[in-house]
């Protein structure tokens, strides 16, 4: 309990103090702090919930189980290791002149604020608060796309704005559907969209309102997955952003959208008795592989084609969940902690490579390893892990999504292949050259942090070698809560 | 509830569906932020009747909060912004109302429609609300794709959550307070965010032409 109130207070207290904090030069350790803090609750607890059990706070307002104990972990951590790594980034940025003093108080402050409305959105057991910490989400970091004041800036954060907040209002509508349906059988109370209340009565809700309030529902939060043909806002965002918002974005809010559509399927699942809200996540699933495999071989910029990549992993992910049944949900979720990992690894190797060759075009990056060993190391492994090379944990999960299609829904598996191997060929070929081949950058004014980048690695080998017996325990449960 | 309660939300219901096919047709920002305030006045009317209706107290709660953010605070926050961003006369002429009109036909029977079988389960309020709610829905979405300028799109965008939340009060006597209010607080942070972000892009571009928007693109 107490665990959980300093998980939620830390970061809502961080975001004001970082703001009247305001420009001086020690903020970035000050957020780096607020997120170890964060970090420390999160493990503070998950300890109470592998011991304790589901554990409910504030008149059941909160509710925390096997499945999203994991993901407030991954976040909290992610969290930490970004803020790590965006206290040389900024640096350096700041050096450059793209970052001002005002700037950074509005980013450090927003940061804090990103991770709250994350975490509210991962911890809170009413359908109708989870709504309103996503939408929060959104309003937290369009700013932060916004923050360069680039025109390519400015358009990506409108973009993002308007598609997320149209695609939300969708979920809302789902939402109310939802509370419509639910008031039926549990009354007009306060309690009529908490999920625990209504997983107990899944089975009497009435299916037709249910079927539409998850189409709604799928449609608003997808749009935040990114699945196709929702994902228009997804690169630009993560391409004209500070690149720890791309890589918080890509390997956290993603996530944390995903969870909100899993939570609600296990609702439908339970009224509908058809396998109508599964269907519906593979063919967006499957749609959203393919098409973002067939766009990352046209892509320029590093950052546009590592966001490509994300929504084709997020794809995979929902496929997977879409498929059900305990293997392929202890995949996807499997593959949502190690695309986490390895996704955020990437984008702080990246960012530091286009902060030396002082452009995000992939031609002009060249020979990484010869300036800056680590940061080339860094990327080419990186790059390997998302790939699916073994032994990382995102060959795991893919062998393991992959093989549950093969003999269930053996039509889909020339597609995943064909999308897997096309997004091999397009994502290695511009890789290998800005690692190795020639160069004439000059190293950077500040040393780049690159600890986060090798533990995020190290965990994503770690998981693909051996998942400790704990974890284990826990994926799997949370997997049979998916049904 | 009476049959008279009832045909008095169908009126409001209406009142809603005229305004939003009103927005649709409006080439002038500034009356544009007047009809946004009109609909608000009507969701509140219809919140109030529901409430006095079925007796559900919060309802007056969320009436109240309707009526001092989407009738008093937002289009006092707008006619400033407007005012400030010199817009205040600016006239839209990109658009083809007649076909917008038919369009915005099509949606409405599209809604209704999509809306018919839930609406079967509603208890005792007057069926066809859910359908217009989904059509104001449907019609906000369809201005905000087809304007060009900023302005518009953020009236489309807030026209859109009048709907949702008329959705929220007719289908299911309004959602938990919780909910409204953070819904509330959403949509206020939302749109003072919204003001920062115009000043941004008038200062970069020198015009809240959305068409300079439009850089990004595949190649």
Redesign the interface.
């Known amino acids: 309990m107490e665990a959980f109130i300093a998980l939620l207070a830390i970061p809502l207290f961080g975001g004001p103090f970082l703001w009247l904090w305001g420009d001086r030069p020690s903020a970035p350790e000050v957020n780096a702090g607020f997120s170890l803090a964060t970090f420390a609750a999160s493990a503070w607890l998950t300890a109470e919930v592998i011991s304790g059990g589901p554990i409910t706070a504030f008149g059941e ?1 909160f509710f925390i189980d096997a499945l999203n104990v994991f993901l407030v972990a991954l976040t909290a951590f992610v969290g930490f290791t970004t803020s790590l790594f965006s206290r040389p980034y900024m640096r350096i940025e700041r050096d450059k002149g793209k970052m001002t003093g005002p700037r950074l108080r509005l980013y450090h402050s927003m940061y804090q604020a990103f991770m709250a409305t994350m975490l509210l959105a991962l911890t809170t057991n ?1 359908l ?2 989870l ?2 910490a996503m ?2 989400a959104t ?1 937290a970091t ?2 932060l796309v ?1 923050v360069y ?4 800036s ?6 993002y ?2 598609l997320c ?2 695609g939300i ?1 969708q979920a ?2 789902g ?3 939802l ?2 349906a639910a ?2 059988v549990l009354g ?1 109370e ?1 309690n ?2 908490l999920w625990t209340h209504l997983n107990l009565v899944k089975a009497d809700l ?1 299916p ?2 249910m079927s ?1 309030a998850f189409v709604f529902l799928l449609v608003g939060y997808g749009t935040k997955i990114g699945l196709v043909p929702l994902h228009n806002w997804l690169p ?1 965002a993560h391409a ?1 952003g500070p690149t720890p918002i791309s890589a918080v974005l890509s390997g956290l809010l993603l996530n944390v959208a995903l969870y909100s559509v899993i939570r609600c399927k296990v609702l439908a699942d339970g009224a509908l008795e058809s396998r109508f809200a599964g269907n519906m996540m593979m063919g967006f699933g499957l749609l959203s592989v393919v098409v973002a495999a067939f ?1 990352l071989s ?1 892509q ?1 910029d590093v950052k546009r084609m590592f966001a490509y990549s994300s929504i084709e992993h997020m794809g995979l992910v929902t496929f997977a969940f879409g498929m059900a049944g305990p293997i392929a949900n202890f995949a996807g979720l499997l593959h949502m902690t190690v695309h986490s990992l390895v996704k955020s690894a990437i984008f702080f190797a990246v960012g530091h490579a286009a902060q030396k060759a002082g452009t995000q075009v992939m031609e002009d990056i060249r020979g990484l390893v010869k300036v800056s060993p680590t940061v080339g190391w860094g990327l080419m492994i990186g790059t390997l892990a998302i790939l699916g090379m073994p032994p990382f944990g995102v060959f795991a999960s893919e062998f393991l999504i992959l093989t549950t299609a093969m003999r269930e829904h053996p039509w889909a598996t020339p597609f995943l292949l064909l999308a897997l191997g096309v997004a091999f060929a397009a994502v290695f070929s511009r890789v290998q050259p800005m690692v190795f081949g020639d160069t004439h950058m000059k190293p950077l004014a500040h040393q780049p942090a690159l600890v986060p980048v090798f533990v995020h690695l190290g965990l994503g080998l770690l998981l693909g070698l051996y998942i400790p017996p704990y974890l284990a325990a826990w994926y799997q449960e949370a997997a049979r809560l998916l049904g | 509830m009476t049959p008279f309660t009832s045909q008095v939300i169908n009126l409001f219901a209406s009142v809603l569906l005229l305004i939003a096919f009103a927005m649709l047709a409006q080439r002038r920002i500034v009356t544009l932020i007047n009809l946004f305030a009109v609909q608000g006045l009507a969701l509140v009317g219809s919140t109030v009747t529901v409430a006095w209706a079925t007796g559900q107290h919060h309802l007056y709660w969320s009436a109240g909060i309707t009526f001092v953010l989407k009738v008093v605070a937002l289009p006092l926050i707008l006619h400033r912004l407007i005012r400030r961003l010199n817009v205040k006369w600016d006239i839209e002429t990109l658009i083809n109302i007649p076909t917008m009109m038919l369009v915005g036909i099509v949606l409405v029977v599209f809604a209704f429609n999509l809306a018919l079988p839930i609406s079967e389960f509603s208890q005792s309020i007057a069926r066809g609300t859910l359908g217009i709610a989904l059509a104001c829905v449907l019609m906000s979405f369809l201005m905000m794709i087809t304007r060009s300028k900023a302005v518009p799109q953020v009236i489309g965008f807030l026209a859109m959550e009048n709907g949702l939340f008329f959705a929220a009060t007719s289908a299911t006597y309004g959602m938990p307070m919780v909910v409204e209010l953070g819904i509330a607080l959403d949509v206020l942070v939302g749109m003072i965010i919204l003001g920062v972000f115009m000043f941004q892009i008038r200062e970069q571009f020198d015009s809240l032409d959305i068409h300079h928007l439009e850089k990004l693109k595949e190649d």
Do not use: H, M, P
């Not at chain 1, 004041?149 to 390519?152: I, L, Q």
């Not at chain 1, 400015?154 to 973009?159: I, P, R």
């Open positions: 307002q009413n109708g608060i709504w309103v939408e929060a309003l369009v700013l916004s004041r680039t025109a390519a400015l358009e990506a954060a409108w973009k704005f308007i907040g149209v209002a809302l509508f939402t109310i559907l509370y419509f008031e039926r007009a306060g009529a969209l009435e037709a309102i539409l630009d004209e766009f046209r320029r």
